[in-house]
């Protein structure tokens, strides 16, 4: 009986040292001190163009429930804005690939038209 009474004593301690240690004792400012939250060291280079290495070699930083919504979310909008450029210089350089094919074929037409009504 004396060694049960001593077990719940000691079980009533330990939990209320937990419990102080959690809340705190009243003299500091909160229960647990406010930490600076971790953010993405290694973010996209923003003087150059993103290319693949970088992408592999992307980490973001774990926390509770998964990543940082604000690092994905960056990452994200930055390789969606550099997709839309690359898309947007592709579909000028295929249009004025075009445009000088069907302009070199204009101009190979000519002299044959050219020489074909001199005869």
């Known amino acids: 009986m004396v060694m049960f009474l001593f077990l719940v004593i000691a079980l009533a301690v330990v939990v209320a ?66 997709l839309a450029e690359r898309d947007a210089r592709i579909a000028d350089l295929e249009s004025a690939l075009a445009g000088a094919r069907a302009a070199a074929h204009v101009a190979l037409r000519k002299p044959e038209q050219g020489h074909g009504e001199q005869q």
């Open 17 to 82: 040292a937990v419990t102080l240690a959690v809340v705190g004792g009243g003299d500091s400012d909160g229960p647990l001190p406010d930490v600076a939250p971790e953010r993405l060291q290694d973010p996209l280079p923003p003087d150059r163009p993103v290319n693949r290495a970088d992408v592999e070699d992307l980490r973001f930083p774990l926390t509770a429930r998964g990543y940082r919504m604000a690092d994905v979310d960056d990452a994200l909008s930055r390789l969606g804005a550099e």
